[in-house]
């Protein structure tokens, strides 16, 4: 079974700075996707990124970006020029390419200061 | 990005009852839909995956007499709990992948439940 971890429950980043939150996950497969989903306030999941294992090229939406090493399994998140708004639970998974089901990390409270 | 539509978005109801939630695909099909129940301050957990026009697949541990699950057409699937118990109090949410395009899971609001 795959599994996603992530090893940080809570960040706390200052208005305008930048913030990395960390994933890596375990797969035998070679072909798969990767999403960073936020969760605000309200409970409403919301696509962030996402990101296709047979991609080198790191994904890149606005200010938000992945650094995916995929001998690593590695699957970062970089926020950039953080918001008040960014403050969220932030939850990394993975699909694989053979099934539908999606498997979720643990997730990372992140917390903008004003 | 693709619209997931839940409802009721908050739903009490007196132990012993049946309480019916509906997930929708507004602006595309949804051959698969998610059931997922979620616990404060923690993470999704997978109950169930909905196929349009064959069984629900069941997750170890959910109990599908009591999670009844519908999807009846490509844009709507719907969760029954029946014989609800304060137990079963929690945060439901669904979700769809498109038909087609099944990479991507898009979620619904999600329905906060409550059994008294």
């Known amino acids: 079974a795959q599994t996603v971890t992530q090893s940080q429950p809570e960040m706390s980043v200052q208005e305008a700075e930048t913030v990395t939150l960390s994933c890596t996950y375990d797969?035998?497969?070679?072909?798969?996707?990767l999403f960073w989903y936020k969760q605000p306030p309200s409970r409403q999941m919301i696509l962030v990124i996402r990101?296709?294992?047979?991609?080198?090229q790191n994904a890149t939406e606005n200010r938000f970006s992945v650094n995916f090493q995929k001998a690593a399994k590695s699957f970062s998140l970089k926020i950039s020029d953080s918001q008040l708004g960014d403050t969220a639970m932030y939850f990394c998974?993975?699909?694989?390419?053979?099934?539908?089901?999606?498997?979720f990390g643990t997730g990372t409270s992140l917390t903008v200061i004003p | 990005g693709a619209v997931v539509s839940q409802h009721p978005s908050r739903v009490i109801c007196k132990s012993g009852t049946s309480v019916k939630i509906e997930c929708r695909s507004l602006?595309?099909?949804?051959?698969?839909m998610f059931w997922y129940r979620q616990f404060p301050k923690q993470s999704l957990m997978l109950m169930a995956t909905?196929?349009?026009?064959?069984?629900?697949?069941?997750e170890q541990g959910v109990e599908k007499d009591k999670f009844l699950i519908n999807h009846a057409s490509l844009t709507l699937s719907t969760l029954t709990v029946t014989s609800a118990h304060p137990e079963d109090s929690s945060f439901y949410i669904c979700?769809?992948?498109?038909?087609?395009?099944?990479?991507?899971?898009?979620f619904g609001p999600g329905t906060r439940l409550l059994v008294l």
């Open positions: 909905s196929n349009e026009g064959s069984k629900a697949t069941y």
């Open positions: 990101q296709e294992a047979y991609k080198q």
């Open positions: 797969t035998s497969e070679n072909n798969y996707y």
């Open positions: 602006d595309f099909q949804a051959t698969t």
């Open positions: 998974a993975f699909r694989s390419n053979t099934g539908n089901q999606f498997y």
């Open positions: 979700s769809a992948l498109e038909a087609g395009l099944q990479e991507t899971q898009y």
